[in-house]
């Protein structure tokens, strides 16, 4: 059983950057592929950036360029950079974790980007 909890979400203003984390319990980090997905009021879920455990990563085309993820499987830690944020950016953004079959999920941050 893996429990993942968010946190780094927040207000920003638009051009502004925040920094979501993702911790992990259950001792099988190193072995997890991690991704961020987000949704925004009325909106389908979408994948926002994933990371495999070999550390291969893959992103929208909506946030290249602007955001990063990254994991540090010392602290079963995955982060993800987001600069240059958007008001289309607004979401609640959740952390999933994969191992074979099973699937886990995160409660979600929000992020709002307002000025």
């Known amino acids: 059983q893996v429990q993942l909890v968010e946190s780094g979400g927040g207000l920003v203003q638009p051009g502004g950057s925040l920094r979501l984390s993702c911790a992990a319990s259950?001792?099988?980090?190193?072995?997890?592929?991690m991704t961020w997905y987000r949704q925004a009021p009325g909106k389908q879920r979408e994948l926002v950036a994933g990371?495999?455990?070999?550390?291969?990563?893959s992103y929208a085309d909506s946030v290249k360029g602007r955001f990063t993820i990254s994991r540090d499987n010392a602290v079963d830690t995955v982060y993800l950079q987001m600069n240059t944020l958007k008001p289309e950016d607004t979401a609640l953004y959740y952390c999933?974790?994969?191992?074979?079959?099973?699937?886990?999920w995160g409660q979600g941050t929000q992020v709002t980007v307002s000025s």
């Open positions: 259950g001792n099988i980090f190193s072995s997890l592929t």
């Open positions: 990371i495999t455990s070999g550390g291969t990563t």
């Open positions: 999933n974790a994969r191992h074979g079959i099973a699937d886990y």
